[in-house]
């Protein structure tokens, strides 16, 4: 269960494209150990908020701490924050011509500066929590879509993270290929990994969360625990959005 230590703040964050307001005076924490869920309508600043967190996406106003440190704006201290907040997208982002475990070396070695061997034998063994330690030879494209997001999946953990990053990582993904993908980030979300999961999976969504949050037009609207948000939606714009997925 989270405990009151915040590892993400958001505070008063404003973001736009142009004249569009993506985000809108953000406040969020995101405390150790929690796994919160960001849902909402398509377009409502979800993905955005999740970039922000590690400076994908900068932002016009407001501020992000990072264990209470502010994020850095550039330069080696913004690479050190990065690599502690792992980042899995809906494209797997695998270097296409390195061999699953290069792509999971490579971070830890380089970046940590983890001796081959020890950051080998760490990787086979996060590729085997992950299912895919008999595929470490290959490389990217001989391996499902399934297989490739839970070795993203891996590679981010590997760099030891503070806190997992998940922007629609099953989005790209066949129906068959999801739940491998969402069983794994149910067992990270077992063993106390702080997690910021942006989604349209409502089941793991209720199970796994400690908290929804729900967006729409670059607000929050509404933060609730998952039972209370799925059973009791305070406002309209909640309702609608539960009543429109109801049927999927």
Do not use: W
């Not at 953000?26 to 929690?34: D, R, S, W, Y």
């Not at 001796?115 to 992950?130: F, G, I, T």
């Not at 009791?232 to 429109?244: G, I, V, Y």
């Amino acid at each position: 269960m989270a405990d009151q230590t915040p590892v993400i703040e958001l505070r008063h964050v404003d973001k736009h494209y142009g004249d569009l307001h993506v985000l809108q005076d953000i406040n969020l924490t995101v405390h150790k150990g929690e796994v919160l869920v960001l849902i909402g309508p398509s377009g409502s600043g979800k993905s955005t908020l999740c970039r922000t967190i590690n400076r994908l996406e900068t932002i016009d106003s407001g501020e992000i701490l990072i264990e209470g440190e502010p994020l850095p704006q550039e330069g080696k201290a913004l690479a050190q924050m990065r690599a502690e907040i792992g980042m899995v997208f809906q494209s797997f982002n695998l270097f296409a011509h390195k061999t699953i475990l290069q792509n999971v070396t490579l971070g830890p070695i380089e970046v940590l500066g983890i001796p081959k061997a020890e950051a080998a034998s760490r990787a086979m063994e996060l590729l085997r929590r992950v299912g895919v330690d008999a595929q470490a030879a290959k490389v990217p494209a001989q391996l499902s879509g399934g297989q490739q997001q839970r070795v993203a999946i891996a590679r981010s953990l590997a760099m030891q993270p503070k806190a997992m990053l998940f922007d629609e990582p099953t989005s790209a993904l066949d129906p068959e290929m999801i739940n491998e993908v969402l069983e794994v980030m149910v067992e990270l979300a077992r063993e106390g990994m702080t997690m910021v999961v942006v989604t349209h999976e409502m089941n793991f969504a209720r199970r796994v969360s400690n908290r929804v949050v729900f967006m729409a037009d670059g607000q929050i609207v509404e933060e609730n625990t998952p039972d209370e948000f799925f059973d009791h939606p305070k406002t309209a714009r909640a309702r609608d959005f539960l009543d429109s997925i109801k049927g999927h």
